[in-house]
């Protein structure tokens, strides 16, 4: 099993639709959570960190549950421009590494 | 205030060759992590430096290792290229001090393929 899993997509929705990615992590330890994009052949970008009260930054919620070990991202009334790839990315403890899941990828459709 | 910067961007090599990747971190950060992402799959950890010192390292066989000089900046060396090696290589930067704000900024990347 893989240390941080994600929805497999990839996820094909209309321009204004609300959608709403999962990510789970197995290993209990683990201090940050970060959602981060990548664009096409291009470097990951940060997203957002995954706080436990849950965030919101625009459009964008992510919510993490710690007992369960579960990280959402929930993007509201997509945008073209939305279209990317999401990597769910976690921090296993301080001096540790950043482990990254597959990535869903997103396509917005006009 | 420079960003991670990566060199080269593309790079062509043939199986059994050696390649050395170079990366400066951002402006202000210690600590290099470099990652392999292959087509439509996420990166994997190879090894991170700080002070110098390789801290941590991943699933990565031997011909794959690296250093860090005194600024900070690193270079990650594969030996004896197999085809499997062609991928994007990712370096990124961060603050190796214990920090609940710790974050991880990329350069972006070399292009590796092996004929």
């Given at each position: 099993r893989k240390e941080v899993e994600q929805d497999p997509g990839p996820f094909n929705v209309p321009e204004g639709a609300t959608v709403a990615f999962n990510c789970t992590y197995?290993?209990?330890?683990?201090q940050s959570f970060f959602w981060y994009r990548q664009d096409c052949r291009k470097e990951p970008k940060l997203l957002m960190s995954v706080y436990s009260s849950g965030n919101e930054d625009g459009r964008f919620t992510a919510q993490l549950n710690r007992a369960s070990q579960y990280i959402s991202l929930l993007i509201r009334?997509?945008?073209?421009?939305?279209?990317a790839t999401y990597l769910c990315v976690v921090l296993r403890g301080y001096g540790q590494n950043f482990v990254f899941g597959p990535g869903t990828r997103l396509s917005v459709l006009p | 205030d420079a960003g991670v910067t990566q060199s080269p961007t593309h790079l062509i090599k043939t199986r059994g060759q050696q390649v050395t990747l170079r990366c400066s971190p951002k402006s202000g950060h210690d600590t290099v992590s470099w990652y392999q992402q292959a087509l439509g799959q996420g990166p994997q950890f190879i090894f991170q430096y700080y002070e110098e010192e390789e801290r941590q390292r991943g699933n990565?066989?031997?011909?794959f290792s690296g250093h860090q000089f005194p600024n900070y900046s690193s270079e990650l060396n594969v030996n004896a290229?197999?085809?499997?090696?062609s991928a994007l290589y990712l370096c990124a930067s961060s603050l190796?001090?214990?920090?609940?704000?710790e974050k991880l900024f990329f350069g972006s990347g070399t292009q590796l393929s092996v004929l």
């Open positions: 197995s290993n209990s330890a683990s009334d997509s945008k073209l421009s939305d279209s | 990565f066989p031997d011909r290229l197999l085809l499997g090696d190796g001090r214990l920090s609940t704000n």
